[in-house]
Protein backbone atom coordinates (compact mmCIF):
# COMPACT_ATOMS: atom_id res chain seq x y z
CA UNK A 1 0.00 0.00 0.00
CA UNK A 2 1.23 3.10 -0.70
CA UNK A 3 1.85 5.92 2.36
CA UNK A 4 -0.72 8.19 1.72
CA UNK A 5 1.05 10.98 3.66
CA UNK A 6 2.30 13.87 1.50
CA UNK A 7 3.35 17.18 3.12
CA UNK A 8 3.00 18.71 -0.28
CA UNK A 9 -0.46 19.02 -0.31
CA UNK A 10 -0.08 20.61 3.26
CA UNK A 11 -1.21 24.41 2.52
CA UNK A 12 -2.33 27.34 4.16
CA UNK A 13 -4.65 30.06 2.80
CA UNK A 14 -3.40 33.72 2.01
CA UNK A 15 -5.25 36.02 -0.28
CA UNK A 16 -4.65 36.69 -3.86
CA UNK A 17 -2.74 39.84 -4.56
CA UNK A 18 -4.83 42.25 -5.87
CA UNK A 19 -8.40 41.56 -3.72
CA UNK A 20 -9.25 38.11 -1.94
CA UNK A 21 -13.20 39.39 -1.24
CA UNK A 22 -15.72 40.20 -4.53
CA UNK A 23 -19.51 40.56 -4.60
CA UNK A 24 -21.95 41.28 -7.04
CA UNK A 25 -25.35 41.08 -8.07
CA UNK A 26 -26.88 37.54 -7.78
CA UNK A 27 -27.49 35.95 -11.44
CA UNK A 28 -24.07 37.96 -12.67
CA UNK A 29 -21.81 35.68 -14.49
CA UNK A 30 -19.77 33.30 -11.92
CA UNK A 31 -16.35 32.05 -12.43
CA UNK A 32 -15.96 27.96 -12.88
CA UNK A 33 -12.19 27.93 -12.45
CA UNK A 34 -9.86 29.26 -9.94
CA UNK A 35 -8.02 31.11 -12.78
CA UNK A 36 -10.61 32.84 -15.06
CA UNK A 37 -10.95 36.75 -14.88
CA UNK A 38 -13.88 37.70 -12.95
CA UNK A 39 -16.92 39.28 -15.07
CA UNK A 40 -17.11 43.18 -14.64
CA UNK A 41 -20.08 42.81 -12.11
CA UNK A 42 -17.85 42.00 -9.34
CA UNK A 43 -16.52 44.07 -6.82
CA UNK A 44 -13.45 44.10 -4.78
CA UNK A 45 -14.14 44.79 -0.89
CA UNK A 46 -10.57 45.56 -0.05
CA UNK A 47 -8.96 44.14 2.78
CA UNK A 48 -9.69 41.99 5.38
CA UNK A 49 -8.94 41.17 9.32
CA UNK A 50 -5.63 38.70 9.37
CA UNK A 51 -7.47 36.21 10.91
CA UNK A 52 -8.96 35.60 7.14
CA UNK A 53 -11.97 33.65 6.33
CA UNK A 54 -13.62 30.94 8.12
CA UNK A 55 -16.65 28.90 6.87
CA UNK A 56 -18.22 26.58 8.92
CA UNK A 57 -21.44 23.78 7.81
CA UNK A 58 -23.27 22.13 10.30
CA UNK A 59 -26.01 19.97 9.65
CA UNK A 60 -29.35 18.89 11.71
CA UNK A 61 -29.60 14.79 11.77
CA UNK A 62 -32.43 12.83 12.80
CA UNK A 63 -31.85 8.85 13.90
CA UNK A 64 -33.94 6.32 13.28
CA UNK A 65 -33.72 3.37 15.77
CA UNK A 66 -35.42 0.31 15.38
CA UNK A 67 -37.31 -2.08 18.12
CA UNK A 68 -34.36 -2.95 20.11
CA UNK A 69 -31.88 -0.07 20.14
CA UNK A 70 -29.81 0.42 17.19
CA UNK A 71 -29.48 2.73 15.02
CA UNK A 72 -30.72 2.11 11.60
CA UNK A 73 -30.75 4.99 9.77
CA UNK A 74 -29.41 9.02 9.92
CA UNK A 75 -30.90 11.68 7.98
CA UNK A 76 -29.77 14.65 7.39
CA UNK A 77 -32.88 17.36 7.42
CA UNK A 78 -30.88 20.98 6.79
CA UNK A 79 -27.78 22.19 5.92
CA UNK A 80 -26.28 25.56 7.01
CA UNK A 81 -22.98 27.00 6.09
CA UNK A 82 -21.93 30.07 6.58
CA UNK A 83 -18.71 31.89 5.72
CA UNK A 84 -17.09 34.65 8.58
CA UNK A 85 -14.32 37.54 7.70
CA UNK A 86 -13.84 40.76 9.02
CA UNK A 87 -13.98 43.68 5.97
CA UNK A 88 -11.63 46.98 7.46
CA UNK A 89 -11.17 48.96 4.74
CA UNK A 90 -14.51 50.88 6.92
CA UNK A 91 -14.05 54.23 4.37
CA UNK A 92 -14.61 52.42 1.44
CA UNK A 93 -17.91 52.94 -0.08
CA UNK A 94 -18.17 49.28 -1.50
CA UNK A 95 -17.62 48.19 1.92
CA UNK A 96 -20.28 50.37 3.36
CA UNK A 97 -22.97 49.46 0.70
CA UNK A 98 -22.82 45.63 1.62
CA UNK A 99 -22.75 46.70 5.40
CA UNK A 100 -25.89 48.73 5.44
CA UNK A 101 -26.95 48.58 1.91
CA UNK A 102 -26.64 50.76 -1.02
CA UNK A 103 -29.25 52.56 -1.00
CA UNK A 104 -28.20 53.89 2.53
CA UNK A 105 -24.92 54.85 1.55
CA UNK A 106 -24.23 58.14 -0.43
CA UNK A 107 -21.61 60.28 -1.60
CA UNK A 108 -17.69 59.54 -1.25
CA UNK A 109 -14.51 60.44 0.69
CA UNK A 110 -13.15 63.48 -0.92
CA UNK A 111 -16.95 65.10 -0.97
CA UNK A 112 -18.20 63.09 2.30
CA UNK A 113 -20.07 59.95 2.77
CA UNK A 114 -23.53 59.34 4.71
CA UNK A 115 -25.11 56.32 5.94
CA UNK A 116 -28.32 55.85 7.08
CA UNK A 117 -28.67 52.65 9.52
CA UNK A 118 -32.40 51.07 9.21
CA UNK A 119 -33.84 48.06 9.99
CA UNK A 120 -34.10 46.67 6.81
CA UNK A 121 -32.62 43.23 5.61
CA UNK A 122 -29.86 42.33 3.47
CA UNK A 123 -30.36 41.12 0.12
CA UNK A 124 -28.64 38.15 -1.47
CA UNK A 125 -25.45 38.47 -3.51
CA UNK A 126 -22.81 36.67 -4.99
CA UNK A 127 -19.71 36.29 -3.43
CA UNK A 128 -16.44 34.84 -4.64
CA UNK A 129 -13.24 34.48 -2.50
CA UNK A 130 -9.89 34.23 -4.15
CA UNK A 131 -7.07 32.24 -2.00
CA UNK A 132 -3.12 31.37 -2.70
CA UNK A 133 -2.37 27.98 -1.17
CA UNK A 134 1.65 26.28 -0.98
CA UNK A 135 3.35 26.60 -4.37
CA UNK A 136 1.10 29.41 -5.91
CA UNK A 137 -1.60 26.81 -6.08
CA UNK A 138 -5.04 28.84 -6.76
CA UNK A 139 -8.24 27.91 -4.85
CA UNK A 140 -11.65 29.99 -5.52
CA UNK A 141 -14.79 29.88 -3.48
CA UNK A 142 -17.80 31.09 -4.81
CA UNK A 143 -20.75 31.30 -3.41
CA UNK A 144 -23.67 31.87 -5.65
CA UNK A 145 -26.16 33.39 -3.17
CA UNK A 146 -25.31 34.48 -0.22
CA UNK A 147 -26.65 36.70 2.01
CA UNK A 148 -25.30 38.90 5.29
CA UNK A 149 -27.27 37.64 8.16
CA UNK A 150 -25.15 39.32 11.01
CA UNK A 151 -22.81 42.37 11.32
CA UNK A 152 -20.50 41.60 14.66
CA UNK A 153 -20.01 44.23 16.93
CA UNK A 154 -17.80 46.92 15.76
CA UNK A 155 -14.77 48.25 18.39
CA UNK A 156 -13.10 51.52 17.90
CA UNK A 157 -9.77 52.56 20.38
CA UNK A 158 -6.14 52.72 20.14
CA UNK A 159 -4.49 49.92 19.06
CA UNK A 160 -6.93 47.93 16.36
CA UNK A 161 -8.17 48.18 13.20
CA UNK A 162 -12.36 49.28 12.95
CA UNK A 163 -13.75 46.16 11.07
CA UNK A 164 -17.11 44.81 10.37
CA UNK A 165 -17.28 41.27 10.93
CA UNK A 166 -19.33 39.66 8.56
CA UNK A 167 -21.29 36.27 8.76
CA UNK A 168 -22.64 35.41 5.41
CA UNK A 169 -25.34 32.30 5.31
CA UNK A 170 -25.36 30.57 1.85
CA UNK A 171 -28.58 29.53 0.31
CA UNK A 172 -29.20 26.47 -2.47
CA UNK A 173 -28.33 27.72 -5.66
CA UNK A 174 -30.36 26.00 -9.05
CA UNK A 175 -28.73 22.80 -8.47
CA UNK A 176 -29.14 22.72 -4.73
CA UNK A 177 -25.61 23.50 -4.05
CA UNK A 178 -24.28 26.33 -1.34
CA UNK A 179 -20.90 26.96 -2.77
CA UNK A 180 -18.44 25.73 -5.13
CA UNK A 181 -14.50 25.09 -4.71
CA UNK A 182 -12.16 25.25 -7.56
CA UNK A 183 -8.42 24.89 -7.20
CA UNK A 184 -5.20 24.35 -9.69
CA UNK A 185 -1.83 24.07 -9.43
CA UNK A 186 0.37 27.30 -10.67
CA UNK A 187 1.00 27.54 -14.17
CA UNK A 188 4.45 25.98 -14.96
CA UNK A 189 6.89 28.30 -16.75
CA UNK A 190 7.32 25.69 -19.52
CA UNK A 191 11.31 25.77 -19.27
Known amino acids: MENANNEALVSTGKPKVGGAIFVADVGSTLPTNATSELAAAFVGLGYCEEGGL ?32 TLIQVMDVNVLKEIFGAENVTGDLQNGITIKSGAKGHEARAWVFD ?4 NNALKRIVVPKGTITEVGDVVYNDTDPVGYPVTITASSDSESNLHYEYIQAAASSGT
Open 54 to 85: TQSRSASTESVKAWGGDTVLVSENEVEETTQF
Open 131 to 134: LILK
